[in-house]
């Protein structure tokens, strides 16, 4: 009884510890923190971003800002009126959805200075996706049916668009 119950606290526990192992805490540009001529793309590339991490903007709190931003603003450094602005210098993101992710400053010309950030993000556990790779393939894009011949059994408009829900799903995880 006691050695099975022993047996059991040590798998709960070694089971907790093993979910907090997975998650890892990035902090943004390491010691040089969130800052200008910083080469962030460098600073991403032998990394794997998962869901469940976190990531930490480290600056003087109110001298600089965090801001989510989408590809193409990231690309022009503008920054939608609308979006939450982080300010408080030790900003703590979690990642909890996957896919492609960026963040700027909006602080004059920082972004043009190379502050900015872009990551992809990667599911949970190796190999395991619910939707096809988010890379766009050809097959995807075929959303119009072949026309039936025009001696075919049934009516041109109950052709089965079999492409067209993969298509919506694609759209939904790659919202953001
Ligand atoms: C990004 O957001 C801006 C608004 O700030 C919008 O005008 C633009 O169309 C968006 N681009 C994409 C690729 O979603």
Redesign the pocket.
């Known amino acids: 009884m006691a050695l099975s119950r022993a047996l059991f606290l040590f798998a709960l526990i070694a089971s907790i510890f093993s979910t907090m192992a997975v998650a890892k805490d990035f902090v943004v540009g390491d010691e040089k923190g969130w800052t200008t001529l910083f080469d962030y793309q460098t600073w991403t590339a032998n990394k794997v971003f998962r869901l469940g991490d976190t990531l930490t903007f480290n600056y003087v709190g109110g001298k600089d800002n965090v801001v989510r931003?989408?590809?193409?603003?990231f690309k022009s450094c503008?920054v939608?009126l609308t979006a939450p602005v982080l300010t408080s210098g030790q900003d703590k993101i979690i990642i909890t959805t996957y896919g492609r992710r960026w963040y700027i400053s909006s602080v004059t010309d920082h972004c043009e200075n190379g502050q900015k950030l872009f990551i992809t993000v990667q599911p949970k556990q190796d190999g395991w996706s619910p939707v096809p790779s988010p890379s766009p393939s050809p097959s995807l894009d075929l959303v119009t049916p072949e026309a039936p011949p025009s001696n075919a059994p049934w009516p041109a408009s109950s052709v089965p668009r079999r492409s067209l829900l993969p298509k919506k799903l694609f759209q939904i995880f790659n919202r953001d």
């Open positions: 931003v989408n590809g193409s603003d503008s939608p």
